[in-house]
């Protein structure tokens, strides 16, 4: 601009001059000519292009379903060439905050099979059993159009719309019912993790055509145990998610990390407050409300899923789906169990514990990690469990009696059925609460400490030091992947031997067993521990320890599995809503339950418990000097502290175990 400028004052004084005329003043000041057109050459992109799917065994429809607050939702609609109006077929549905495009595009194929995500047998079973497959985007995500909220709450109030995921449950059954002609009217719905949720949901207030409901690992209760926090504890792993989740609709903006080793990664910021911070997550709503509800406050406790289906009565035959080692939600299926089984006159719940990671019951699944379970247990829940539970429901077929639950004992490894939950055999066995109790000398047993402390034998004493905190598994830590075991899955059934070698860990032992000894149901721990500081965490880890030499598999030889473990946030001892600090060196008892178990510990092995104060940076670590708000605590507010776990007659420590049988 200012070029052009400075030409037209000098053309102006030339002129002025006499030095130009004022045709050639004009002519320059003209535009420019435009340059010479060429022909176009056509796009060879058509305005719209339709696919030849003649040869299909499939037809695919996309579909905006309407919700009634007038939203519509993307919805992919797949209907085997076998189920026709003459012939027709169940739907099973699936709504999901993971694109429904991309989970009914796996592959470029003409084969309902291959195109849908999916696992082995379950992809086989579905795609051949005569069912239409019906995957959504819940509202605000992919190509669905609303707002999105992570766990979108019912109407209440925390959301004061009309609207929430057992609405739109029920709108989207009542449309696909209307206008899927090819359906016998009946409608299963499943799905894992936040789609278990989803499936949940469902069964609030359900739609008549649902007649089954199958929620895998779900996502239940975000502070207690699932996905958020565990016992007040915060998942700062999950930024990554809650990040790629909400940030944009399309889950297309990822996470940005600076190191190689994820230890480090997160120790850099400080606390899970300033990371986030650093990656802009205050922009997000979900964020947000993290930071404004660090307790387990109404928030938390008006949106527990467990509780939500616990006040009204269960019409809809449901399977909930639970894995052992659940490194997600590890909580929520025997939450929903113990809530809604009691209430259950009708005798709709029904419940599979199985020896997977988070969704490995869609794989095939004959070993995790390092540990063999001497069959394909995931072929056998398909098989065996999942397709006559849907047959019979959404089909007719077979006789439709189930056992209440079906549970994988690990140890021996075999399935088990049996008439409820807890259970330790088919006639019912129900567990006997026995303690385990940590002892002087680093030993672990049945009987109580008898001495006084008089020797110096009344604790066992380590550091915790928020500088080092306790990895949860070893170094590098990759980050948040299911690419392979090591990223992410598997670190549940890690070997725990070099948290045993630690210094800032506490270790019992126990001697080794002569006789098997059975555990169903979830192990309680009850520490009597102090801490120099003003607030703690405190991590028990319950652990099946093999013998030194194995000889059908060397590489287990002196193996720590662990078969539950767990943290509990110290602030929390008195209330869980409400934060205070504890007492510096007093011993005081912490009770919280570990995960549910459905184990045999083997004779020649021995039971181990080990106590740490940390365990980063699958969680947070707590700066051990209370805070208001740990998510906003400052650098100096993190120190070193004593930490005691007591041993003696007036002061046991003990691990509470489901035993069936004698110990």
């Not at 915060?234 to 190191?259: C, P």
């Not at 409820?420 to 400490?449: D, E, I, N």
């Not at 992410?488 to 948290?499: F, K, T, Y």
């Given at each position: 601009?200012k070029?052009?400028?400075?030409?037209?004052?000098?053309?102006a004084?030339?002129?002025?001059v006499?030095?130009?005329s004022?045709?050639?003043?004009?002519?320059?000041?003209?535009?420019?000519?435009?340059?010479?057109?060429?022909p176009?050459l056509p796009?060879?992109?058509?305005?719209?292009?339709?696919?030849?799917?003649?040869?299909?065994?499939f037809?695919?429809?996309e579909v905006?379903?309407?919700?009634?607050?007038?939203?519509k939702?993307f919805?992919?609609v797949?209907?085997p060439?076998?189920v026709?109006k003459?012939?027709?077929?169940?739907?099973?549905?699936t709504?999901t905050?993971?694109?429904a495009?991309?989970?009914?595009?796996?592959?470029?194929?003409s084969?309902?099979g291959?195109?849908?995500?999916?696992?082995d047998?379950?992809?086989?079973?579905?795609?051949q059993?005569g069912?239409?497959?019906?995957?959504?985007?819940?509202?605000?995500?992919?190509g669905?159009?609303?707002?999105y909220?992570?766990?979108?709450?019912?109407?209440?109030?925390?959301?004061?719309?009309?609207?929430?995921h057992?609405?739109?449950t029920?709108?989207?059954?009542?449309w696909l019912?209307?206008?899927v002609?090819?359906s016998?009217?009946?409608?299963?719905?499943?799905g894992?993790s936040y789609?278990g949720f989803?499936a949940?949901?469902?069964?609030?207030n359900?739609?008549?055509?649902?007649?089954?409901?199958?929620?895998?690992n779900p996502m239940?209760?975000?502070w207690r145990?699932?996905?958020?926090f565990h016992?007040?504890?915060?998942?700062?792993?999950n930024?990554?998610?809650i990040?790629e989740?909400?940030a944009t609709?399309?889950?297309d903006?990822k996470w940005w990390?600076s190191?190689?080793?994820?230890?480090?990664e997160?120790?850099a910021?400080?606390?899970?407050?300033?990371?986030?911070h650093?990656?802009?997550e205050?922009q997000?709503?979900?964020?947000q409300?993290?930071?404004?509800?660090?307790?387990?406050?109404?928030?938390?406790?008006e949106?527990?899923v467990?509780?939500i289906?616990a006040?009204?009565?269960l019409?809809?035959?449901t399977l909930l789906?639970?894995?052992?080692?659940d490194?997600e939600?590890i909580?929520?299926?025997?939450a929903?169990?113990?809530a809604?089984k009691?209430?259950?006159?009708?005798?709709n719940?029904?419940?599979?514990?199985?020896?997977?990671h988070h969704?490995q019951?869609?794989?095939s699944a004959?070993?995790?990690?390092?540990i063999?379970f001497?069959?394909?247990t995931?072929?056998?829940?398909?098989?065996q469990?999942?397709q006559?539970?849907l047959?019979?429901y959404?089909?007719?077929?077979?006789?439709?009696?189930?056992?209440?639950v079906?549970a994988?004992?690990?140890?021996?490894?075999?399935?088990?059925?049996?008439?409820?939950?807890?259970?330790?055999?088919?006639?019912?066995?129900?567990?006997?609460p026995?303690?385990?109790?940590l002892?002087?000398?680093?030993k672990?047993g049945?009987?109580?400490p008898?001495?006084?402390?008089?020797?110096?034998?009344e604790?066992?004493?380590y550091?915790s030091?928020?500088a080092?905190?306790?990895?949860?598994?070893?170094r590098?830590?990759?980050g948040?992947g299911?690419d392979?075991?090591?990223?992410w899955?598997?670190?549940?059934v890690?070997d725990?031997?070099?948290?045993?070698?630690?210094?800032d860990?506490?270790?019992?032992t126990?001697?080794v067993l002569?006789?098997?000894?059975?555990?169903s149901?979830?192990?309680?721990?009850?520490?009597?521990?102090s801490?120099?500081?003003?607030?703690?965490d405190?991590?028990v880890k319950?652990?099946d320890l093999?013998?030194d030499e194995?000889?059908?598999?060397?590489a287990?030889g002196?193996?720590?599995?662990?078969?539950a473990?767990?943290?509990f946030?110290g602030r929390?001892?008195?209330?869980?809503a409400?934060a205070?600090a504890?007492?510096p060196?007093?011993?005081l008892?912490?009770?919280?339950?570990?995960p549910t178990?459905?184990?045999?510990?083997?004779?020649g092995?021995?039971?181990m418990?080990?106590?740490?104060?940390?365990?980063f940076?699958?969680?947070?670590r707590?700066?051990?000097t209370?805070?208001p708000?740990?998510?906003l605590?400052?650098?100096?507010d993190?120190r070193?502290?004593?930490?005691?776990?007591?041993?003696?007659a007036?002061?046991?420590?003990?691990v509470e175990?489901?035993v069936?049988?004698k110990?």
């Amino acid at each position: 601009m200012k070029i052009w400028s400075s030409l037209h004052n000098l053309l102006a004084v030339l002129f002025l001059v006499g030095c130009i005329s004022a045709p050639a003043f004009a002519q320059a000041l003209a535009p420019a000519a435009p340059p010479p057109q060429y022909p176009g050459l056509p796009s060879e992109t058509p305005a719209a292009i339709r696919q030849h799917t003649e040869g299909f065994d499939f037809e695919r429809r996309e579909v905006m379903i309407p919700m009634r607050d007038g939203v519509k939702l993307f919805t992919e609609v797949l209907v085997p060439r076998q189920v026709t109006k003459a012939t027709p077929g169940p739907m099973l549905l699936t709504r999901t905050p993971y694109s429904a495009k991309d989970l009914t595009s796996h592959a470029n194929s003409s084969h309902l099979g291959t195109t849908l995500f999916g696992y082995d047998n379950e992809v086989e079973l579905m795609s051949q059993g005569g069912y239409i497959r019906v995957v959504q985007d819940v509202r605000g995500k992919y190509g669905s159009e609303g707002d999105y909220v992570m766990n979108r709450p019912l109407h209440g109030p925390l959301n004061p719309t009309p609207v929430d995921h057992a609405t739109d449950t029920y709108d989207t059954i009542d449309w696909l019912v209307k206008n899927v002609p090819e359906s016998n009217g009946r409608v299963g719905i499943l799905g894992i993790s936040y789609d278990g949720f989803t499936a949940l949901m469902g069964l609030v207030n359900p739609h008549p055509a649902l007649k089954v409901s199958v929620p895998m690992n779900p996502m239940v209760d975000g502070w207690r145990g699932d996905d958020w926090f565990h016992n007040g504890a915060f998942r700062e792993t999950n930024l990554v998610y809650i990040w790629e989740q909400e940030a944009t609709r399309a889950g297309d903006s990822k996470w940005w990390t600076s190191h190689h080793d994820d230890y480090d990664e997160y120790m850099a910021p400080g606390t899970a407050g300033e990371l986030a911070h650093r990656h802009g997550e205050e922009q997000l709503g979900f964020w947000q409300k993290l930071l404004a509800h660090p307790a387990y406050d109404e928030f938390w406790q008006e949106q527990a899923v467990d509780q939500i289906l616990a006040k009204q009565p269960l019409t809809v035959p449901t399977l909930l789906v639970h894995s052992l080692w659940d490194q997600e939600d590890i909580y929520g299926a025997p939450a929903v169990w113990s809530a809604v089984k009691p209430k259950d006159a009708s005798g709709n719940l029904h419940m599979v514990l199985g020896p997977w990671h988070h969704g490995q019951e869609r794989a095939s699944a004959e070993s995790l990690g390092a540990i063999r379970f001497g069959s394909d247990t995931g072929e056998y829940f398909q098989r065996q469990i999942l397709q006559p539970f849907l047959d019979h429901y959404l089909k007719d077929e077979g006789d439709g009696k189930f056992p209440a639950v079906w549970a994988f004992e690990t140890g021996t490894n075999r399935w088990q059925t049996l008439p409820g939950w807890p259970a330790g055999c088919a006639a019912g066995c129900a567990p006997k609460p026995t303690p385990l109790y940590l002892q002087p000398g680093a030993k672990l047993g049945f009987s109580a400490p008898t001495g006084s402390g008089d020797r110096g034998d009344e604790f066992v004493e380590y550091v915790s030091d928020p500088a080092k905190p306790v990895p949860y598994r070893h170094r590098p830590i990759s980050g948040v992947g299911y690419d392979a075991c090591q990223a992410w899955p598997c670190w549940l059934v890690d070997d725990q031997r070099e948290a045993s070698g630690r210094t800032d860990v506490a270790t019992f032992t126990s001697e080794v067993l002569t006789q098997p000894l059975k555990i169903s149901g979830q192990p309680i721990a009850n520490l009597i521990a102090s801490t120099s500081g003003t607030d703690s965490d405190w991590v028990v880890k319950l652990i099946d320890l093999y013998p030194d030499e194995v000889a059908k598999d060397a590489a287990l030889g002196g193996y720590q599995l662990a078969v539950a473990m767990d943290i509990f946030r110290g602030r929390y001892r008195e209330s869980l809503a409400e934060a205070k600090a504890i007492a510096p060196n007093q011993p005081l008892l912490y009770q919280f339950a570990l995960p549910t178990t459905n184990h045999v510990f083997l004779p020649g092995h021995r039971i181990m418990v080990q106590v740490q104060s940390s365990w980063f940076p699958l969680y947070d670590r707590n700066p051990q000097t209370f805070v208001p708000n740990i998510f906003l605590a400052k650098p100096e507010d993190f120190r070193k502290a004593t930490q005691r776990v007591y041993h003696t007659a007036g002061k046991a420590s003990f691990v509470e175990l489901p035993v069936v049988g004698k110990p």
